[in-house]
């Protein structure tokens, strides 16, 4: 189902500011439906925040990347379930106990398993935290840990999303941050790819922050980032 959403609808436009007020300032200008509020935003604005964009019917990705013991993690998913936000995100390096700790205790909003953050390059992974494991063979055995465990879906960068798509099937929701149109700044981004050509690889969702949000106009940006996705 998710394959065959429209661009406008596929587009999560990534709220990284410091307030509530540059948040719905920038909902004002922009005519998304799906938003994503990341630790930054959280820890300033709180779950009003998440009230204000409901009431005005916006679908709501909650960006936590939990990642505690079970129980933790259990019982924070417990109070985000209350808050009816439409993705959560866990971290998949918490473990299989983690993630179906966290599956039963969330409910209804969709959970999904962060592999390994888009800023993150194989040789950081191996040199920096040890992991000998291929970055692109590590990712998967987390979003395939994840689909066992019952979650919905994964982030992930485009680059690893065709092959993610070929081993989970059509029904495991990838999303995907990273998203960079050609030509432009990649910031702290590492594994990125255009808005088309992540779509090509099976991405259901784009996650896109900075090239809308610090952009001299936004909804230019925005018209811009859904026209390339139609490319």
Known sequence: MERNLNPHDRLIVALDVPSAAAALDLCDRLPATFYKIGLELY??????LIATLKQR?????????????????????????DYDVDFVTVHGAGGAAMLT???EAIAAPRLLVVTVLTS???????????IATPLG???????????????AGAICSPQEAAALR???????????PGIRPAGTD??????????????????????????ITAAPDPLVAWEEMIAAMEG
């Open 186 to 211: 990649l910031g702290d981004q590492r594994r990125t790819l255009t808005p088309a050509e992540a779509i090509a690889q099976g991405a259901d969702y784009l996650v896109i922050g900075r090239p």
């Open 120 to 130: 993150i390059t194989p040789a950081q992974l191996s040199e920096q935290l040890h």
């Open 101 to 103: 700790a966290a599956q």
């Open 137 to 151: 063979t590590y990712g998967q055995h987390l979003a395939e840990m994840a689909q066992n465990c019952g979650l």
């Open 166 to 176: 070929r081993a989970l099937g059509p029904d495991f929701l990838l999303v995907t």
């Open 43 to 48: 820890l300033a604005a709180g779950a009003g």
């Open 57 to 81: 019917q916006k679908r709501v990705f909650l960006d936590l990347k939990l990642h505690d013991i079970p129980n933790t993690v259990a019982a924070a998913c417990r109070v985000i379930r």
